[in-house]
């Protein structure tokens, strides 16, 4: 009951402030929802409707395929049924009415529906020509399909270009990311920057210059973004050169008198190889005849990032000849003078990942180590003749070898197909004796797909742009080629082979301009040039325009010149002094040789001092030894 009359007073006294204040409703409490029960209304209605929808779907599906099992009939026959199924099917199937007479299908016309191409009209048959076009249809996408399946056909050979680096062996090639810039190095220590968009037919380099002054370049590389280089040589130091040429980095040289090459700082002989990190752009590697790979960063000059030091199977030194880094950064792998490949993992220098001891005969340089696109697959291009290929998940033994690819050069180097089914390398030929091959093989099973024979030269190094689609080529008589398709290249190559050669300016003899003034006064008026060729001879004899040079000097000299024996001064004088004949022997004769007419005609002293000098009076040379005596004591005088 307290309840009751607590409630009764508190409407009570809302009624009382509504009629105050104004307003009704004053106090009132706020709406609820039930949101459990709205979320599990919309469920089922979801529910519900997708079930409705699936239904239909399965009608519609069973009432296509009655009509495909029925005897096809024609339009005309039953128009009675064909009505009563349209309007069966009108109600299970979604979308607009079909209109009457076309529920039903011939075999003409479901053999339409078959066909590619626009909707033939009533009545109207597909020919035989017809069909043999679509035959001719499928033929050309079978052998587009043959043509995808088939590598050797995505190789660009139809055309190339040549580029003269210069007579000597290029030994070092580099292709930016983007394609625009090619940087070629040579065993003539240059280093040459070629830039496809702004060559002409002409394909003259850009610039030309010896980073490492007299040693050999060894290799080059660009890094991911393409904005420096890489330029390894036969010094101790590789640099680092920006995009024109500039020096960013020069590694520092190590101490070599350190026995332990992990406690320098740097490399201490001569440099192998080297390659830039593939997803760090300030991280590049280098291999050296010290006996060690070192990791470097970009932003410390001063001091190596890490030493990785291969090692023989009796723990002795060894020396690494090639360097590089698999596709996602984590190993690094180097191959020895000793036949080995040694793999290492990016964080630990000491021991080797993966070790394989007899992967090349010993002694021979492996010239080249790279890794396949999908990073499983190692070619290593060895010294010994041979090309072989890697599987990293098991290292124990090659997938598939070659033999008999000569090699004559440490740097010769292998290359994958940008699709990863082909890969390249070069042969060597001595010289007269054969042509210089690019050999394409399948990577499986390392099966002879294609060649090409590229010059009377070896091939030394090859590189094949991913983004291009173009081949590289460096050769042992200083020519780089660049092998390209129309069709299936892009940019590189194709851009300067179009452009025309640029006109020489032949250098033009400069005169002075001649002014036109047509209205000038008579007074002020020049005469008009007839020729410039007799203005030039007029000028050459003219000797202030022509510069003409002053003839030799005869006689004594004039003007400040002396005469022959040299024309200078030094040889003038040494000249007169050999000429002199006296005899100055005896200097004091010498010197009263002119004492008579120095007194009878003075020149220097007397004359001057004539005028205002008296007249000298020279006492008797006895008279003064006398007076000196008498005015002396006695005891001072000098005794005789």
Not at 439 to 451: D, H, M, N, Q
Not at 580 to 588: C, L, Q, V, Y
Not at 597 to 604: G, S
Not at 605 to 621: G, H, I, L, R
Request: aromatic share 6%.
């Amino acid at each position: 009951m307290s309840d009751r009359t607590s409630d009764a007073d508190n409407s009570r006294k809302d009624a009382d402030i509504s009629s105050v204040m104004g307003f009704a409703g004053f106090g009132k409490k706020a709406r609820t929802f039930d949101l459990d029960a709205i979320f599990e209304q919309t469920r089922r209605t979801a529910i519900e409707r997708s079930q409705r929808v699936l239904d239909e779907r399965v009608q519609q599906e069973a009432h296509n395929g009655s009509q495909e099992e029925k005897p096809s009939t024609s339009t005309s026959s039953k128009p009675e049924t064909d009505s009563s199924d349209s309007d069966g099917s009108d109600s299970d199937v979604i979308g607009p009415p079909v209109p009457p007479g076309f529920s039903a299908q011939t075999e003409e016309e479901e053999d339409d529906d078959d066909m590619v191409g626009p909707p033939l009209p009533p009545g109207y048959r597909r020919t035989t020509a017809d069909e043999d076009e679509g035959d001719d249809d499928d033929d050309d996408d079978d052998m587009n399909d043959e043509e995808d399946d088939n590598p050797v056909k995505k190789i660009p050979d139809t055309h190339e270009i040549t580029l003269q680096h210069g007579t000597k062996t290029v030994s070092a090639l580099a292709l930016d990311p983007s394609g625009a810039r090619l940087v070629t190095g040579g065993f003539d220590y240059d280093v040459k920057f070629w830039d496809f968009a702004g060559m002409d037919a002409a394909l003259q380099a850009f610039r030309s210059l010896q980073p490492c002054e007299c040693h050999q370049i060894r290799s080059l590389q660009y890094s991911i973004t393409g904005d420096v280089i890489l330029v390894v040589a036969g010094n101790s130091q590789a640099k680092v050169l920006d995009r024109d040429g500039f020096q960013v980095l020069e590694c520092v040289k190590g101490d070599q008198y350190i026995v332990d090459m992990a406690n320098t700082k740097g490399h201490t002989a001569m440099l192998n190889d080297g390659c830039w990190h593939p997803k760090i752009k300030e991280e590049f590697l280098t291999c050296s005849n010290d006996g060690t790979v070192r990791m470097w960063d970009l932003n410390s000059e001063k001091k190596h990032k890490s030493v990785f030091k291969p090692r023989s199977q009796q723990g002795k030194k060894v020396t690494p000849t090639c360097c590089t880094y698999s596709r996602d950064g984590k190993l690094i792998a180097a191959g020895c003078q000793d036949g080995t490949i040694q793999i290492w993992d990016r964080n630990l220098s000491v021991h080797t990942k993966f070790h394989c001891r007899q992967a090349h005969t010993p002694g021979s340089d492996t010239s080249c180590l790279t890794f396949s696109y999908d990073g499983l697959t190692l070619a290593s291009r060895g010294g010994d003749d041979t090309l072989k290929t890697w599987d990293i998940r098991n290292f124990r033994k090659p997938l598939s070898v070659v033999n008999g690819l000569t090699t004559f050069f440490p740097m010769t180097d292998c290359c994958f197909s940008p699709d990863d089914k082909l890969l390249v390398t070069g042969t060597s030929v001595k010289k007269d004796e054969g042509n210089g091959k690019l050999v394409f093989f399948e990577r499986e099973s390392l099966k002879k797909a294609y060649e090409i024979e590229v010059a009377n030269a070896s091939v030394v190094r090859c590189l094949w742009h991913p983004k291009l689609n173009q081949i590289m080529i460096g050769t042992g008589n200083g020519l780089a080629k660049v092998y390209y398709d129309p069709v299936k290249s892009q940019r590189g190559a194709m851009l300067c082979v179009v452009k025309s050669k640029r006109k020489e300016k032949h250098a033009e003899t400069l005169t002075q301009d001649y002014i036109i003034t047509p209205h000038a006064l008579p007074m002020f008026r020049e005469a008009r040039q007839r020729s410039t060729r007799k203005q030039l001879e007029k000028d050459r004899l003219d000797p202030l325009k022509s510069h003409k040079p002053e003839p030799p000097v005869s006689g004594p000299g004039r003007g400040g010149r002396v005469a022959a024996h040299g024309g200078t001064l030094s040889s003038y004088i040494v000249k007169n002094i050999a000429v002199d004949k006296s005899d100055d022997s005896n200097a004091r004769e010498a010197i009263l040789r002119h004492a008579k007419e120095a007194a009878e005609n003075p020149y220097w002293v007397a004359p001057a001092y004539k005028k205002t000098q008296p007249e000298p009076v020279f006492a008797e040379e006895e008279d003064e030894e006398e007076e000196v005596d008498k005015d002396q004591p006695e005891w001072k005088k000098r005794k005789i």
